[in-house]
């Protein structure tokens, strides 16, 4: 299995990323992260992602609390 990583900056305050995980097998795409975090309280937090947990592809919404809501 083949994991790919990368983030980038989304604004020039550093204080909003997106992050994104591609894992493949054998050339084949079996997992995707696309995350949205946001710099609070000197800390990172995850506020938007998408993925395939669960066995579908989703969305989560979630606040810096720790709240989540799946759509």
């Known amino acids: 299995m083949k994991e790919i990583n ?23 795409l079996i997992d995707v992260v696309i995350q949205y975090e946001a710099f609070i309280d000197d800390k990172w937090h995850p506020i938007v992602r998408y993925d395939c947990n669960h066995g579908f592809f989703h969305l989560d919404v979630m606040n810096p609390k720790g709240d989540k809501e799946k759509q």
């Open 6 to 28: 990368f983030e980038t900056l989304l604004d020039k305050h550093g204080n909003d990323r997106l992050r994104v995980r591609l894992k493949t097998e054998k050339g084949e």
